[in-house]
């Protein structure tokens, strides 16, 4: 069927019948205006997203048809056809865009394991027409797709598996094939559509199969599992390698990265969640440019603005008496492997704080504000308002920042200097959440990651090695890595950098104010008992 514009000659009268006769046949009594001359202009259109006009996309179709019906196809036929939908114009691209979305999302969850290159090419093709919508200014109706049209497939009704998994596979696959930097570069670029379609398909996944009622760490099956950490670690060189070549590629893929990560930590074994975030971190060291630094803050400040975020940091003591929780609560003074063990995220936070506060004034202040921001966000919670014994418990988790304190006394209180023009970011970093968008004041408030960190008590606790226990076994490749990783980067104490800025000054005894004036009278009288005499001049030092 095609739109087309037919000129066509006007009877001067209506024959008997003329409605039924065989126009091919000559009919000699029919009298013409102006002797038979095409006076008469008709232009036909085709609204159609069964029937394309473009040749391309109808023979992809007709393709698909035949392999919905027949149950064969041949497979180097359908790569022919899915590549020569390349070509197809932009128009044609958005009149068709639901149906021909969910057709290759068909063509890419139907591909087995043989049919490797089906897969890549679906991929390719639906990366083309993110990329075309986004050049367009259309990517709305990408959104809308997302939101309202995406279905996953049922895998239990064939040998297929779920889209997200496939969707996860294809992805790492195209990430890894460097001879087509283009379509990755495409893929880094307009990420958030992949990644978005993975977390509705996992929640359908879950809910169709009644899976949601399932223990956390049973809900997917461990291939996916192992799909998602190939997916990060393909991903992490586009970001630490190539972020100077392609800036706007690189952070695009790592907001989208923290963005689904979050989405895990609802979805999946939390466990499983916060090991995507060690493989991150893993990646970033103590020597990174300013850049990769801002990226790795951004990271984990997504990751961070979790609406549960306090839940995922205290862990339910099951077994216990209330009273045995409560003593040991008040004993995680000192940010020990155990703490970072149990609370994972602020463990990282105050990890990466510490470690900050030896750079230069940017980094510095950008790990205050993080901290600064979450602190805020904690205290406006409508759900831990309702009694003071709930923000009394929040600051309890942040207790160990007072130890980082005591650590940085002399750059707190030193003579002050005049600082260079260049460094004078006071107050612009203040409050993240003043940033333009609407998105990045969802992702202001949060957190920071989890390097190396000095001596704590008199001994080395390395980032790494915490992380590789609570997530690895002992001896894997991984967790070898991960020590040898932390023996190089935090066995050597960095040397002090001087009087901090009056932003990170300001910030950070914002933060031991409003910790010391929530925690309960009982909490701090087991503090002091329990610190050693120094730190308690320490703290009265700082109140000072």
Same mark, same amino acid.
């Given at each position: ?19 039924? $006769?065989? !126009? ?117 109706? &990408? ?8 279905? !996953? ?75 998602? *950490? ?12 190539? =972020? ?78 209330? @009273? ?25 936070? +105050? ?26 966000? =904690? ?32 750059? +707190? ?11 004078? +970011? ?75 800025? $009056? ?5 950070? +005894? &914002?933060?031991?104010? =409003?910790?010391?004036?929530? @925690? ?13 005499? *120094? ?10």
């Amino acid at each position: 069927m095609q739109s087309v514009e037919l000129q066509l000659p006007v009877a001067a009268t209506l024959p008997p019948g003329y409605l039924c $006769q065989d !126009t091919r046949k000559s009919q000699p009594d029919i009298k013409w205006v102006e002797n038979a001359k095409t006076l008469f202009k008709v232009r036909t259109h085709v609204a159609s997203t069964i029937y394309a006009q473009d040749l391309h996309l109808h023979n992809f179709f007709q393709h698909c048809q035949l392999m919905r019906t027949t149950s064969e196809g041949n497979p180097a036929e359908l790569i022919k056809y899915l590549k020569c939908l390349h070509a197809m114009e932009t128009h044609v691209i958005i009149n068709f865009l639901p149906t021909v979305l969910m057709q290759l999302f068909e063509v890419l969850t139907a591909a087995t394991k043989e049919s490797h290159e089906i897969a890549v090419n679906s991929l390719r093709v639906i990366i083309h027409i993110v990329s075309r919508c986004h050049e367009e200014g259309l990517e709305h109706y &990408l959104r809308s797709f997302v939101k309202y049209v995406f279905v !996953t497939n049922n895998p239990a009704s064939g040998n297929s598996a779920a889209t997200h998994e496939v969707l996860a596979t294809a992805v790492t696959a195209t990430l890894k094939q460097t001879a087509d930097f283009n379509t990755s570069n495409k893929l880094l670029k307009y990420s958030w559509f992949f990644f978005e379609t993975m977390a509705k398909s996992m929640a359908q996944y879950l809910q169709e199969g009644n899976r949601i009622k399932m223990p956390r760490a049973q809900r997917f099956p461990d291939s996916f599992h192992q799909a998602l *950490q190939s997916l990060v670690l393909s991903i992490m060189p586009h970001i630490t390698i190539r =972020h100077m070549e392609i800036p706007e590629e690189a952070r695009c893929i790592n907001l989208s990265l923290a963005n689904f990560v979050k989405r895990c930590l609802t979805v999946m074994n939390r466990g499983f969640a916060f090991g995507l975030v060690n493989h991150y971190m893993c990646h970033f060291g103590l020597k990174d440019p300013k850049v990769l630094t801002e990226m790795k803050f951004d990271f984990l400040m997504t990751v961070c603005n979790h609406e549960h975020f306090i839940p995922l940091n205290l862990p339910m003591a099951f077994g216990r008496t209330k @009273l045995q929780r409560v003593q040991e609560q008040s004993l995680e003074f000192s940010l020990t492997e155990e703490y970072c063990r149990n609370h994972f995220l602020v463990g990282l936070l +105050l990890r990466e704080v510490a470690e900050a506060l030896q750079q230069g004034p940017e980094v510095r202040q950008l790990a205050v504000s993080v901290l600064k921001n979450l602190l805020i966000k =904690h205290a406006m919670d409508d759900r831990y308002t309702a009694f003071k014994n709930q923000q009394a418990r929040i600051c309890l988790l942040y207790l160990p920042l007072l130890e980082l304190l005591y650590q940085n006394l002399k750059q +707190l209180s030193a003579q002050p200097y005049t600082s260079s023009s260049g460094l004078g +970011l006071n107050g612009s970093r203040d409050d993240l959440i003043t940033t333009s968008s609407a998105d990045s004041r969802r992702i202001s408030t949060a957190i920071d990651k989890d390097h190396g960190l000095p001596a704590q008590n008199g001994h080395v606790v390395r980032r790494e090695d915490s992380r590789g226990s609570l997530f690895m076994d002992p001896g894997t490749p991984d967790s070898i890595e991960l020590q040898r990783r932390g023996s190089t980067m935090s066995c050597s104490t960095m040397p002090p950098i001087g009087r901090l800025g $009056q932003y990170e000054i300001k910030g950070l +005894l &914002l933060s031991f104010l =409003h910790i010391v004036k929530t @925690l309960s009278e009982d909490t701090l009288n087991a503090y002091w008992n329990k610190v050693n005499p *120094q730190d308690i001049m320490n703290f009265l030092s700082l109140l000072e």
